[in-house]
Antibody
């Protein structure tokens, strides 16, 4: 069974940092592009970032470019999102997603709250 | 990276058909076949229901269908059922090598 389990969310002050992890199992992690997608409370889905299957290429939404870094460890089947200089508007549930398109599978999400 | 445009809400009675539109530009929806649709029930993670405009993953009902014309993609749900009540989001690849979601559409089954 394909599983994606996010962790690392929590309460952080504005300007702070947080590192999200997504542990995966049940599929060949190194074969897939992986994404982070977020959803603010009561709002819609927003794409955040993606990383190529071998980690050689990354892309970011303008709203997080320069502050967030996506990475992966194919030996550990784990995806990461390093979030720096956090702002109140980064408050959201962050989903780890295998592919956006064919084969897409979503984790259950981890809540990040940026507040003083 | 503006969000794709979807109607905020649509509604229909059981057994009826509804269509949700997703309008972008030639730099996203109009330029690529990589349009997908997701269904999200309250408190749950989104679930893929269509990919590459009109392809259904295994296990998704054939009541869900998709199409695209120009810069607008569409999701049609036929034979509406109570369980279809959910939020629906479109997603597209863009010419900037990023992805973009629509603002979401709340489907109410009357």
């Amino acid at each position: 069974e394909v599983q994606l389990v996010e962790s690392g969310g929590g309460l952080v002050q504005p300007g702070g940092s947080l590192r999200l992890s997504c542990a995966t199992s049940g599929f060949t992690f190194s074969s897939y592009w992986m994404h982070w997608v977020r959803q603010a409370p009561g709002k819609g889905l927003v794409w955040v970032s993606r990383v190529k299957n071998d980690g050689s290429s990354t892309n970011y939404a303008d709203s997080v470019k320069g502050r967030f870094t996506i990475s992966r460890d194919n030996a550990k089947n784990t995806l990461y999102l390093q979030m720096n200089s956090l702002r109140a508007e980064d408050t959201a549930v962050y989903y780890c997603v295998r592919s956006l398109g064919e084969g897409s599978v979503w984790g259950q999400g981890t809540l990040v709250t940026v507040s003083s | 990276q503006s969000a794709l445009t979807q109607p905020a809400s649509v509604s229909g009675s059981p057994g009826q058909s509804i269509t949700i539109s997703c309008t972008g530009t030639s730099s996203d929806v109009g330029g690529y076949k990589y349009v997908s649709w997701y269904q999200q029930h309250p408190g749950k993670a989104p679930k893929l229901i269509l990919y590459d405009v009109s392809n259904r993953p295994s296990g998704v009902s054939d009541r869900f269908s998709g199409s695209k014309s120009g810069n607008t993609a569409s999701l049609t749900i036929s034979g509406l059922q109570a369980e279809d009540e959910a939020d629906y989001y479109c997603n597209s690849y863009t010419s900037s090598s990023t992805l973009v979601f629509g603002g979401g559409t709340k489907l109410t089954v009357l």
